[in-house]
Antibody, heavy 118, light 107 residues
Framework: QVQLQQWGAGLLKPSETLSLTCDVHGGSFSGYYWNWVRQPPGKGLEWIAEISHTGSTNYNPSLKSRIIISIDTSLNQFSLKLGSVTAADTAVYFCARSETYSHALDVWGQGTEVTVSS | DIQMTQSPSSLSASVGDRVTITCRAS??????LAWYQQKPGKVPELLIY???VLQSGVPYRFSGGGSGTHFTLTISSLQPEDFASYYC?????????FGQGTKLEIK
């Protein structure tokens, strides 16, 4: 059964770059998209971006200019970088899996709380 | 972007009640809709995809319906563990937008 384990820095200063990685355990990369979703404190979910096992990407236009999403199938992991962070980027960030033919998010990482504060 | 609007934003109900949450899309998304449950401090869990297909392991008291722009999530008989927040998500197009959420509370 596939499990996603994510990790990365939890406290950033404004203008720094958020960097998170999600390790994929027990499953294949093929046939899936690999996603990032975030949730500001007390608020709803926001989809950030997705990447396929071949490296095909889709981004939320509201964040696209600041995002780099990448995948390393040899290490069974995918990553998110979000540049020029501000307090508005404070959120719990989740990695998640979706199938290629259905982009519903069926497996989620445990979440990483990221705080942006000077 | 396709906007997803859920109603109500919050709902109080009792154990055993039947409840329905509505999700409306600003454009036709066919049946490319998912529903998630999230308990406080926990990770969201997929309940339903393709508008009406129950994810493996999800109790049969949950059901989904609709297509196009109007969708519903129904819980036939509320159980104590169902009190949580629920989100719909469009995955017909990018960005794969979520509704704002519905918080289901105990009356």
């Amino acid at each position: 059964q596939v499990q996603l384990q994510q990790w990365g820095a939890g406290l950033l200063k404004p203008s720094e770059t958020l960097s998170l990685t999600c390790d994929v355990h027990g499953g294949s990369f093929s046939g899936y998209y690999w996603n990032w979703v975030r949730q500001p404190p007390g608020k709803g979910l926001e989809w950030i971006a997705e990447i396929s096992h071949t490296g095909s990407t889709n981004y939320n236009p509201s964040l696209k200019s600041r995002i780099i999403i990448s995948i390393d199938t040899s290490l069974n992991q995918f990553s998110l970088k979000l540049g020029s962070v501000t307090a508005a980027d404070t959120a719990v960030y989740f990695c998640a899996r979706s199938e290629t033919y259905s982009h519903a998010l069926d497996v989620w990482g445990q979440g990483t709380e990221v705080t942006v504060s000077s | 972007d396709i906007q997803m609007t859920q109603s109500p934003s919050s709902l109080s109900a009792s154990v055993g009640d039947r409840v329905t949450i509505t999700c409306r899309a600003s454009q036709d998304i066919s049946n490319y809709l998912a529903w998630y449950q999230q308990k406080p401090g926990k990770v969201p869990e997929l309940l339903i995809y393709a508008a009406s297909v129950l994810q493996s392991g999800v109790p049969y008291r949950f059901s989904g319906g609709g297509s196009g722009t109007h969708f519903t999530l129904t819980i036939s008989s509320l159980q104590p563990e169902d009190f949580a927040s629920y989100y719909c998500q469009n995955y017909n197009s990018v960005p794969r937008t979520f509704g704002q959420g519905t918080k289901l509370e105990i009356k």
